[in-house]
């Protein structure tokens, strides 16, 4: 079972406080959850585990700056390894040829996995349902930004579209998930 | 249909990750002087999270949690341990040897490790050394407990190295040559390397160097080092 959203808060209530046992458990709780967000988005294990054990230290450094009225522990966490995931994979990191294997299966929709989400699941099917809203092509991309942390560039490459098409794209896939989101 | 304001759209594709690195860098630098971007970015993540959470969890490697471990205790060590580092320092001649970096580095971790054992630790049988490179953070630590004899050589943050190993050794003047203390397979090994040995060689371990080398995939193909030495270090005791 995944631990709750309440739970998730104690724990990082406990990790403010400097409780290595809170620390623990949070880990064991999310680190599975975050390792996969890494390595999708930088296709490379060394590179991933880097990435989480620098998250790690920040959320243990930083916990006592979290605040639950704003954010759940996953979106905040999930931040910081996804923000750090970006910043590396901005810079070029090479990508391992077995992991992009392993990343063509997840296009394929293989690594997704509703049903086992550390958020309230009613979250994920709100957000799949909205997502489906949208044209198959405009899915597609706000996934592949989203989910493999392609750029603008990128994503103007594998649709052979110019950016600025993309990007109008991006601004109004997103608004169409807000309004969505929002009903 | 909706359309977002200038800032609900930087903050989306802020979050999204599609900003170009130019735009990327410029929002992170205005979050922290812009409470209404602040408050639009965690409401994009608020929405995406989700997305992130559909993923099939993997793993990471057993040994990640106890490198994230060894770098919380450097980092939480290092403010509150100020006062013994100096505390230290003041011991005299002992410490002049090691360089400032050093010192501090070692003082810090040798709290983590006093603080860490919880047995009364007035004996002095907890050690340490910290191997780094010149100037870089620290890269492996070794504990020693003269006690147990049990040796644990940790990687904190050296990178793993295609189809290359590291390679633990002990360098001693009365040893004629660096004697092996085995190869890094995971980041953290087990050794005894004093189990049996008599009380000089114990001494000759306690004031020895340690250093790990780069050596092909399952550690040297001779009985020395044939790679660069990338990390060095001396023990310090961890119990005051």
Redesign the interface.
């Known amino acids: 079972m995944p631990p709750t959203r309440t739970q998730l808060d104690g724990l990082i209530a406990g990790v403010a406080k400097?409780d290595?046992a809170s620390?623990?458990e949070l880990?064991q709780a999310t680190?599975?959850?975050l390792?996969?967000?890494a390595?999708?988005?930088l296709r490379n294990r060394?590179a991933?585990?880097?990435v989480?054990?620098e998250a790690?230290?920040k959320v243990?450094?930083r916990a006592g700056d979290f605040n639950p009225a704003?954010?759940?522990p996953?979106?905040?966490m999930?931040?910081i390894v996804?923000n750090r995931s970006?910043d590396e994979v901005?810079r070029k990191v090479p990508k391992s040829s077995g992991d992009d294997e392993m990343i063509l299966d997840g296009l394929a929709g293989d690594?997704?996995?509703?049903l086992?989400?550390?958020?309230r699941q009613e979250?994920?099917g709100?957000?799949?349902r909205c997502?489906e809203g949208l044209e198959p092509e405009k899915q597609q991309i706000?996934?592949l930004?989203?989910?493999d942390?392609?750029?603008?560039?990128e994503?103007a490459a594998r649709f052979s579209r110019p950016e600025g098409t993309?990007?109008t794209w991006?601004?109004?896939s997103?608004?169409?998930?807000?309004?969505c989101?929002e009903q | 249909?909706?359309?977002?304001d200038d800032i609900?759209?930087l903050a989306?594709?802020y979050?999204?990750?599609?900003?170009?690195?130019d735009e990327?860098d410029a929002v992170k630098a205005r979050l922290p002087r812009d409470a209404a971007l602040r408050r639009a970015v965690?409401d994009?993540?608020?929405?995406?999270?989700?997305?992130?959470?559909?993923?099939?969890?993997?793993?990471?490697?057993p040994n990640?949690?106890s490198?994230?471990?060894a770098?919380?205790g450097l980092?939480?060590h290092v403010i509150s341990l100020k006062s013994r580092e100096q505390h230290l320092v003041r011991r005299g001649n002992r410490w002049r040897n090691f360089s400032a970096g050093m010192t501090a580095m070692a003082a810090s971790l040798a709290g983590l490790i006093g603080y860490n054992a919880m047995q009364p630790p007035l004996m002095p049988t907890q050690f340490v050394a910290v191997l780094q490179s010149a100037e870089d953070k620290p890269a492996f630590l070794l504990t020693v407990d003269t006690k147990t004899q049990n040796c644990v050589i940790t990687a904190v943050t050296a990178?793993?190295q295609a189809n290359k190993s590291y390679q633990v050794w002990m360098i001693a003047d009365k040893l004629p040559k660096p004697k092996s203390l085995g190869v890094l397979a995971e980041g953290e090994m087990n050794v005894m390397p004093m189990a049996g040995a008599s009380d000089a060689d114990n001494a000759m371990f306690m004031n020895a160097n340690f250093a790990v080398s780069l050596e092909p995939e399952g550690g040297s193909p001779s009985d020395g080092p044939t790679g660069p030495v990338l990390f060095q270090g001396k023990l310090i005791q961890a119990t005051p």
């Open positions: 400097g290595e620390f623990a880990y680190s599975s959850k390792f996969a967000v390595l999708r988005i060394e991933a585990e880097e989480l054990q790690y230290f243990w450094e704003l954010a759940s996953l979106t905040w999930a931040a996804r970006l901005r690594n997704e996995h509703p086992d989400g550390l958020e979250d994920v709100r957000l799949m997502l706000v996934r930004a989203y989910l942390g392609l750029s603008r560039e994503l993309i990007k991006l601004h109004r997103l608004a169409q998930l807000k309004g989101l | 249909m909706i359309e977002l609900d759209g989306a594709e979050v999204l990750g599609t900003l170009p690195l990327r965690s994009w993540e608020r929405r995406l999270t989700p997305l992130a959470d559909s993923l099939r969890p993997i793993a990471p490697p990640l949690y490198k994230v471990r770098q919380i980092s939480s990178p793993k």
